[in-house]
């Protein structure tokens, strides 16, 4: 199956971006709750979407039903049985966002992107363009 090259990087510096967010925000608050029994602690995978207390990544959306269109909706979940309450996870929420804004400038350089508020999660939008090949 062939992949588009630029795809291909592009996707790399997404997950990159989204690696460097998720040790952050581990670092900063990977010890306010305890880690579910059956989530793997943080650095036993390859990926970090897959251990720790945060899941955080992008999947990306065509837009259907949405005021902001197309784009990567940023996906955040806490590993956790406890009870998290809705003005702290908003708070994570907001924390990974700003996160993600500060850093898509060194890892999309000179691409027209942006983080927006869509519904109640956040959503990258912007130039997704590859050109060509």
Known sequence: MYEHPKLTAFTAALDALFREVDAFLEDEWG???????NR???GA???????????IGADFSP??????GRGY???????T?????????EFLMEEAAA????KLPRY???RDLEVVRDGRRFKIIGDFSLGEA
């Open 99 to 102: 996160l993600v804004t500060a």
């Open 81 to 89: 049985l406890e009870k998290i309450p809705p003005e702290q996870f």
């Open 31 to 37: 010890g306010v709750f305890s880690l579910h029994p």
């Open 63 to 68: 837009g259907i039903g949405s005021k902001r």
């Open 45 to 55: 995978t390859d990926n970090p979407e897959m251990d720790g207390l945060f899941e």
């Open 73 to 79: 909706i940023v996906s955040f979940r806490a590993a």
């Open 40 to 42: 793997p602690e943080r």
């Open 108 to 110: 999309f350089p000179g």
